[in-house]
């Protein structure tokens, strides 16, 4: 029996938040002003970095109630490398927010893409293919090469090969093939998918990576419905994808094969002619409750499309909205703005669009200013200025710790 002073002084001992349970621990997270903090936070012990990587469900709900940042945007290199001996890196141009936290993250990333520099045998030349989840999917062609890294974890993940030549079968030769695209996982941030595109001039197929196998897998060829009577069967360069779904668009922009990666099925759905307009500039994204949406701008106009059944019983893409941007460009802009006459969707992901100005005039060398536009609220704000003379991806900031 421990003496009565020794009693009393255990009954009177402080609650630490070091004693605190993970699930009291986390309710308190949840109340942080934003990610970038919780990030920062998280990393401060090895408890509180296991507490909020180990749980998806409290992930997803701090998603719900504070949106990932932008940190910035990506660019591939703007042409061939002149030079075998000289770096060709894609770039990161940062957003510049007042937020310390993600100004601190942002720092702290690799974001010069060293890891990649450190790996032997693979000489430069990199090109970015996809962003999501905070993983970047990058390929180097003279090597045959392919890489998944993580630069706010400042590592790669993965390296893996697809120079075999039982790897993309068909993908080559007689077939066009499109850039990869990056699927990661929300309940195991360590896993992820690969997936490639290719098509002939009736026919489309997938062939898929696998981190948990290391392995590729080519699906049979597929035959496409509504391609085009006449002449050959195209599809657009892209690698628009969400909630599971890739896009990609007939040349004609008459119809859109989508592929979904559950099921791994081919299907083709018709889009509105005034997506043909070839003015008209148009991406596949999500809003911020994660439903399905396509932006499009023709000159300074901006609208939304979302699938919706109709009264015949079909489900098509429908207009639910479409906003004038020239008065917002104005205030934004100032003066600048009389140096362009459009804006085109670069990218569209969680509720944000991302723009950016241009000049129709072939010999302009004007440098366009990148923007942001919330689908909910339509407010436009300016990101920063650059030529735009490459590939882009948003690097949006992941919720998840390794």
Same mark, same amino acid.
């Given at each position: 029996?421990?003496?009565?002073?020794?009693?009393?002084?255990?009954?009177?001992?402080?609650?630490?938040?070091?004693?605190?349970?993970?699930?009291?621990?986390?309710?308190?997270?949840?109340?942080?002003?934003?990610?970038?903090?919780?990030?920062?936070?998280?990393?401060?012990?090895?408890?509180?970095?296991?507490?909020?990587?180990?749980?998806?469900?409290?992930?997803?709900?701090?998603?719900?109630? +504070?949106?990932?940042?932008?940190?910035?945007?990506?660019?591939?290199?703007?042409?061939?490398?002149?030079?075998?001996?000289?770096?060709?890196?894609?770039?990161?141009?940062?957003?510049?927010?007042?937020?310390?936290?993600?100004?601190?993250?942002?720092?702290?990333?690799?974001?010069?893409?060293?890891?990649?520099?450190?790996?032997?045998?693979?000489?430069?030349?990199?090109?970015? +293919?996809?962003?999501?989840?905070?993983?970047?999917?990058?390929?180097?062609?003279?090597?045959?090469?392919?890489?998944?890294?993580?630069?706010?974890?400042?590592?790669?993940?993965?390296? #893996?090969?697809?120079?075999?030549?039982?790897?993309?079968?068909?993908?080559?030769?007689?077939?066009?093939?499109?850039?990869?695209?990056? #699927?990661?996982?929300?309940?195991?941030?360590?896993?992820?998918?690969?997936?490639?595109?290719? +098509?002939?001039?009736?026919?489309?197929?997938?062939?898929?990576?696998?981190?948990?196998?290391?392995?590729?897998?080519?699906?049979?060829?597929?035959?496409?419905?509504?391609?085009?009577?006449?002449?050959?069967?195209?599809?657009?360069?892209?690698?628009?994808?969400?909630?599971?779904?890739?896009?990609?668009?007939?040349?004609?922009?008459?119809?859109?094969?989508?592929?979904?990666?559950?099921?791994?099925?081919?299907?083709?759905?018709?889009?509105?002619?005034?997506?043909?307009?070839?003015?008209?500039?148009?991406?596949?994204?999500?809003?911020?409750?994660?439903?399905?949406?396509?932006?499009?701008?023709?000159?300074?106009?901006?609208?939304?499309?979302?699938?919706?059944?109709?009264?015949?019983?079909?489900?098509?893409?429908?207009?639910?909205?479409?906003?004038?941007?020239?008065?917002?460009?104005?205030?934004?802009?100032?003066?600048?703005?009389?140096?362009?006459?459009?804006?085109?969707?670069?990218?569209?992901?969680?509720?944000?669009?991302?723009?950016?100005?241009?000049?129709?005039?072939?010999?302009?060398?004007?440098?366009?200013?990148?923007?942001?536009?919330?689908?909910?609220?339509?407010?436009?704000?300016?990101?920063?200025?650059?030529?735009?003379?490459? #590939?882009?991806?948003?690097?949006?900031?992941?919720?998840?710790?390794?």
């Amino acid at each position: 029996m421990a003496p009565e002073g020794q009693e009393r002084e255990k009954k009177s001992s402080p609650t630490t938040v070091a004693s605190l349970a993970e699930d009291i621990l986390l309710e308190i997270f949840l109340r942080l002003l934003s990610l970038a903090t919780l990030v920062r936070a998280a990393l401060t012990c090895h408890g509180w970095r296991r507490a909020v990587a180990s749980s998806p469900a409290f992930r997803r709900r701090f998603r719900e109630i +504070h949106p990932a940042p932008l940190l910035g945007l990506l660019f591939n290199p703007p042409g061939a490398v002149q030079d075998p001996a000289l770096p060709a890196f894609p770039s990161f141009v940062p957003t510049r927010g007042t937020d310390r936290d993600q100004a601190a993250a942002v720092r702290g990333g690799d974001f010069f893409l060293t890891s990649l520099q450190e790996r032997h045998g693979v000489h430069n030349g990199w090109d970015i +293919h996809d962003c999501r989840g905070g993983y970047l999917l990058l390929a180097n062609a003279d090597q045959l090469t392919m890489a998944v890294t993580n630069p706010l974890a400042r590592r790669s993940e993965s390296f #893996f090969d697809f120079g075999h030549e039982d790897t993309l079968e068909g993908h080559r030769v007689h077939a066009f093939a499109h850039k990869a695209c990056l #699927f990661c996982s929300d309940e195991d941030p360590t896993s992820f998918r690969v997936v490639i595109i290719a +098509h002939d001039k009736s026919r489309v197929r997938a062939t898929v990576f696998s981190s948990d196998t290391g392995e590729w897998s080519a699906l049979p060829w597929v035959d496409i419905p509504a391609r085009p009577r006449r002449g050959k069967f195209w599809l657009l360069s892209g690698n628009m994808q969400t909630n599971g779904f890739l896009y990609w668009v007939y040349k004609n922009c008459k119809y859109m094969v989508s592929l979904d990666t559950a099921t791994m099925d081919f299907s083709v759905t018709e889009l509105p002619v005034f997506l043909k307009n070839r003015l008209c500039s148009f991406v596949v994204g999500e809003m911020n409750n994660g439903e399905p949406c396509i932006v499009y701008a023709i000159n300074f106009t901006v609208g939304v499309l979302l699938r919706r059944t109709e009264s015949d019983g079909v489900e098509r893409w429908v207009l639910d909205r479409a906003e004038i941007l020239e008065t917002q460009l104005g205030l934004v802009l100032g003066k600048l703005m009389e140096d362009y006459n459009e804006v085109q969707v670069v990218a569209v992901r969680d509720g944000f669009a991302y723009l950016v100005t241009s000049e129709r005039s072939s010999g302009s060398r004007t440098p366009s200013w990148f923007l942001s536009l919330c689908l909910e609220t339509v407010k436009l704000e300016k990101l920063f200025r650059r030529t735009y003379d490459s #590939f882009v991806q948003p690097y949006v900031m992941p919720c998840l710790l390794l």
